[in-house]
């Protein structure tokens, strides 16, 4: 009877045992699984945090080469194709100067005056970029063109007023090689 007694005692217990046991088991599993949902969250959020980054440097980066660059482009070209012609002319003692070559120097920086300073507003109005090397380049392509106005300004009223080269327009000629090549630079960073 005692064996029976002490028998039907245990076996309630070891059921009692067994639920505490199966019960924490349980809890340490759910929260394991709550803890993957939550880790599954936090990586789904982050990659589409990732991706919508990615999404607005890609923009920023179009906007600057769709609408900035080819502007930026024009005053370029005119700096590396025809600078050193222009450069040449002005060099030329003023008596010397051919009168149409003269003239069609005058028109061209005209031209090219009109074109950096359209450049310069579209980069002094277009929003900041958050991506740094588009900033930079931006930064970089205003200095650029800043300088290269400053020259095509100077150059232009050297040759209208019929004077010599001097050595103000060659400090302004090598601060704008310097900015171009900065530039250049720059856009090869991106």
């Given at each position: 009877r005692w064996a029976f007694l002490v028998l039907t005692l245990l076996v309630p217990l070891s059921a009692i045992s067994m639920l505490v046991q199966a019960k924490v088991q349980g809890e340490t599993e759910w929260a394991a699984a709550v803890a993957q949902a939550k880790a599954a969250r936090q990586r789904q959020a982050q990659q589409a945090q990732q991706r919508e980054q990615r999404g607005q440097e890609q923009d920023e980066y179009d906007r600057f080469n769709q609408k900035l660059l080819p502007e930026i482009l024009k005053g370029d070209r005119f700096y590396e194709k025809r600078w050193d012609d222009i450069a040449e002319l002005t060099r030329t003692p003023p008596a010397a100067r051919p009168r149409l070559q003269l003239e069609d120097a005058r028109r061209e920086l005209a031209e090219v005056r009109t074109q950096v300073a359209n450049a310069l507003d579209k980069l002094r109005q277009s929003p900041v970029f958050t991506v740094d090397r588009v900033e930079s380049a931006a930064r970089a392509a205003r200095r650029y063109l800043e300088d290269?106005?400053?020259?095509?300004?100077?150059?232009?009223?050297?040759?209208?007023?019929?004077?010599?080269?001097?050595?103000?327009?060659?400090?302004?000629a090598e601060q704008t090689h310097r900015s171009a090549r900065n530039f250049n630079r720059s856009l090869r960073a991106r």
């Open positions: 290269l106005d400053d020259l095509l300004r100077a150059t232009e009223q050297v040759l209208a007023e019929g004077a010599a080269w001097d050595e103000s327009l060659t400090e302004k």
